[in-house]
């Protein structure tokens, strides 16, 4: 593990981080859902060790700072920043700090589809060809060659990672990998229209029959496509009207314009996965017209922005007096959908896991790696980024860092934290 590089003495350093992290616990700050409240149903000593392990990771050279947040029956109980913004450690984390936030997009997407399932605009059992003609002749790949589809792929595949479609970096297929390297399928270093991409992605085999395994995927890619031809309305625009817009999310968008850059946190220089990703993630200008907005990856934004959301999920579908999906609709989303098949979350949420419509969903309150409820829920971001809703205890947690190389790890450690810091 490569080590961050400081020029003042290990004591100095340390007490500097440690100005920076609890620093914010005086101030009274707007998020939507409140101010910062006294932390009732949590333990200040507990919730006091979250800033000395941030700070410890820092030091270690893991991530140059990050952005923690809490909120507990509706009120912010913790908020705090951690280190700096900048890979250089010039420029020091601030609460508004822009995150590439990279499958978190994913929920979103996923909620704002089921706003139109609510609507009637689309059925989860409605085939994707309705939609998207360009997959009509899908195959299978298997061992004995490429088969036919037994059943129609449907819109409910694409919101729980059951199409057959993949991640080219983690596909068992080399085949499946290499076409959707050459056809351009992720859009990885270059810009590829939506219409190119779904014609594209119509000549390559599925990896699995609909409905049986489930794969982390670009799925969810596949799916904001689909819902851009429902609402005849593009993938930005949709999802600001549905949800970004009156979830007043305003640093939630799918570039980051020039005038907002200076707040756009950065991975360490020494992160492994840097380089390769930053060309994947080419978020310095508006994609329209020149690649697909991606539904599975395409967001940045910021802590608050993202409790906005995650807040409004765990109330059930409301927030702030304004209703955006019904208990019911939520209670479903928050449910399994992949009894029976194979396939597993581990590598997102650890074990214990099923998957529901957008979301990780625990299946019991043993087996995870964290504490936890039976139907807590998550999802997290490749760049760093992770947040959970546990609708039991009325809990959101957020963390906002941006160390690609160590997400995993970073995600249960915070988990841990927070859920350590609870009180009966």
């Not at 310095?284 to 020149?290: A, H, V």
């Not at 949420?349 to 790696?369: A, K, N, S």
């Not at 490749?382 to 205890?393: L, Q, V």
């Amino acid at each position: 593990m490569q080590h961050a590089t400081f020029h003042t003495p290990r004591s100095d350093r340390r007490d500097i981080l440690k100005r920076m992290s609890l620093g914010a616990l005086g101030l009274s700050t707007w998020v939507g859902t409140g101010v910062l409240h006294a932390a009732t149903g949590f333990s200040s000593q507990g919730l006091g060790r979250i800033a000395p392990a941030m700070s410890w990771q820092i030091e270690q050279g893991i991530f140059p700072g990050a952005v923690s947040l809490v909120a507990h029956k509706g009120k912010t109980v913790h908020f705090e920043t951690h280190g700096f913004q900048d890979a250089a450690k010039t420029v020091p984390m601030h609460k508004h700090s822009i995150f590439r936030l990279a499958s978190m997009t994913k929920p979103i997407v996923t909620t704002a589809a089921m706003m139109l399932v609510e609507q009637g605009k689309l059925r989860l059992n409605d085939p994707l060809v309705k939609w998207l003609p360009e997959l009509k002749n899908l195959k299978v790949e298997t061992a004995q060659g490429d088969v036919d589809l037994v059943r129609p792929l449907l819109v409910h595949d694409v919101m729980r990672h059951t199409a057959g479609f993949v991640y080219a970096g983690s596909t068992k297929s080399e085949r499946i990998r290499k076409l959707y390297n050459e056809l351009n399928i992720e859009s990885r270093e270059v810009d590829i229209t939506s219409e190119d991409m779904l014609k594209n992605l119509g000549q390559i085999p599925l990896a699995h029959q609909p409905g049986t395994f489930w794969e982390y995927s670009i799925a969810v890619d596949v799916l904001g496509l689909l819902i851009e031809r429902v609402a005849n309305q593009s993938l930005d625009e949709l999802v600001h009207t549905l949800l970004l817009g009156p979830l007043n999310m305003r640093d939630t968008t799918w570039w980051v314009p020039p005038e907002k850059t200076k707040r756009l946190a950065e991975c360490l220089d020494s992160d492994p996965l840097k380089a390769e990703m930053l060309k994947s993630y080419r978020q310095s200008y508006n994609p329209r017209g020149k690649s697909y907005f991606k539904g599975g990856a395409g967001l940045v934004g910021t802590a608050q922005d993202y409790l906005q959301y995650a807040q409004m999920m765990v109330n059930g579908g409301h927030l702030n007096g304004r209703r955006y999906l019904s208990p019911k609709t939520v209670e479903f989303m928050l449910s399994n959908h992949t009894v029976g098949m194979g396939g597993s979350t581990i590598g997102t949420t650890g074990p214990g896991y099923g998957f529901g419509i957008g979301f990780g969903v625990r299946l019991d309150e043993g087996m995870g790696w964290t504490a936890g409820s039976k139907g807590d829920a998550m999802w997290a971001g490749a760049w760093g980024t992770s947040f959970w809703i546990d609708p039991k205890e009325q809990l959101v947690g957020v963390l906002m860092a941006q160390a690609p190389s160590y997400r995993v790890p970073n995600r249960m450690l915070y988990k841990n934290l927070v859920y350590g810091a609870m009180k009966a």
